[in-house]
């Protein structure tokens, strides 16, 4: 089985290289993390906590990094849905299913945390040199993050005895299917007009609020939240319907059909995933106005906003990834039905351009909105702004940019 995983591995290694970027992400930005948290000027201790603010931010830290691996692992291993059915034909055990796939798990585990480390301690160096600051090597930071280590490795060792263990010949061919969700009915009935005027109001009325309060950082959090309540009234009851009638509008433009219907797809598949990319970003700009008076307290928040965002942008990628290997027989009854590979190649990049711009759109609406009236305020520069605008958006470009490669080479349009 080991012999396998590694063969496995080199043959899907397009899948193998994300999932070791993963991990080498999360490695190096918990070291460099802890590092920078446990010198004696910060003084992070999760036992005794000199700071609530930058303990807090840590827990968040793991919880997004714990996120993160969880999104990669799925991705890495429903690719391998039919290797594993493969295997299960062939007589192969529970036992020796877990062994195939933890065993590449731990290989690209073992091959991305020497070098995180070795980076992460150059990366150190660096940002000390920078800020002109003399932090030494902390070894309760080292600890802390062989610990995190070792957790990511029993994450990973758990969601795959899972997949093993309720894993069926039947279910590993047919794949992963949106399940439809079944709402809570209400004891009142509310007019749909109503729901999306409430949706449209959630969403709205806290843009306005940002740069009434702006000066109470904890409130724009709250007012966020509740917009965030919003979107997702927004996502459910205007947009999606929307698209539908779109779609019914579009019959005859046979390409716009096609990628208009993925779109929708997209949106209702990850739609949760959007509103955490949103959350966390505004929980880690609140964070840093926070941490404005202390230098230290601001490198390390601005590193976990950026390495946070490229983290939960990868799981926007691996979320897409994983809806787009459902696609293979559709788009064979498209060949058949006569779309050649110029039609294909256009609906593919017009579905990921409009995707991703939704994703930017509506996630900088509150974004900019926040950083703006803050600045109004006189709690941030133009420079910051701009530095933070800047960090959102590259790893989604970045990420629109793979997925479209991927895309177009996994339909084979050259």
């Known amino acids: 089985m080991i012999k396998e995983a590694f063969l496995s591995i080199k043959n899907d290694y397009q899948r ?27 003084g992070m201790s999760f036992i005794n906590a000199q700071n609530n603010v930058v303990t807090y931010l840590c827990v968040f830290v793991l919880f997004l990094c714990m996120f993160a691996v969880f999104f990669a692992n799925d991705f890495y291993v429903k690719k391998k849905s039919q290797e594993l059915a493969v295997q299960l034909v062939c007589g192969a055990t529970f ?39 003399v932090i030494p090597i902390s070894y309760e930071g080292y600890i802390i993050t062989i610990v995190v280590l070792f957790c990511e490795i029993f994450w990973c060792t758990l969601l795959n005895l899972g997949y093993a263990y309720r894993s069926s010949i039947k279910s590993l061919i047919q794949g992963d299917r949106i399940i439809e ?18 949706s449209v109001l959630l969403f709205i009325v806290p843009i306005v609020l940002f740069y009434i309060y702006g000066n109470e950082p904890s409130a724009i959090i709250v007012f966020s939240i509740i917009g965030m309540i919003g979107l997702l009234g927004c996502l459910n009851k205007i947009v999606i319907p929307y ?57 390390l928040i601005f590193i976990s906003y950026c390495v946070s965002h490229c983290l939960l942008s990868l799981t926007i990628l691996f979320r897409f990834s994983t809806e787009m290997l459902s696609r ?31 994703i930017l759109l509506i996630s900088l609406l509150y974004i900019f909105n926040i950083l703006f009236s803050l600045y109004l305020y006189h709690y941030i520069s133009l420079v910051l702004i701009g530095y933070m605008m800047i960090a959102f958006v590259l790893p989604l470009i970045l990420c629109a940019l793979f997925n479209m490669f991927q895309y177009l080479h996994f339909v084979n349009v050259k």
């Open 16 to 42: 193998s290289l994300f999932y070791w970027l993963t991990f080498f992400l999360t490695t190096l930005f918990i070291f460099v993390f802890f590092q920078i948290a446990c010198s004696p000027d910060i």
């Open 95 to 133: 036992l020796q299913l877990t062994i195939y796939l933890l065993s590449q798990t731990i290989i690209l585990f073992v091959v991305a945390v020497p070098l995180a480390l070795f980076i992460g301690k150059i990366l150190f160096v660096i940002i000390t040199l920078f800020l002109n600051f």
């Open 181 to 198: 969700s079944h709402h809570i009915k209400m004891p009142f009935h509310l007019n749909m007009s109503i729901k999306k005027g409430l």
């Open 243 to 299: 698209m539908d009638k779109w779609i019914q509008k579009e019959v005859e433009d046979q390409n716009k059909l096609v990628y208009i219907g993925f779109l929708r797809r997209d949106i209702k598949f990850m739609k949760n995933n959007i509103l955490f990319l949103i959350i966390s970003a505004i929980l880690m700009v609140g964070i840093l106005v926070m941490g404005l008076d202390n230098m230290m307290y601001f490198v």
């Open 328 to 358: 293979e027989k559709i788009f064979l009854s498209l060949r058949r039905i006569g779309y050649e590979n110029h039609h294909i190649r256009s609906i593919i990049q017009k579905e990921i351009l409009l995707l991703y711009s939704f």
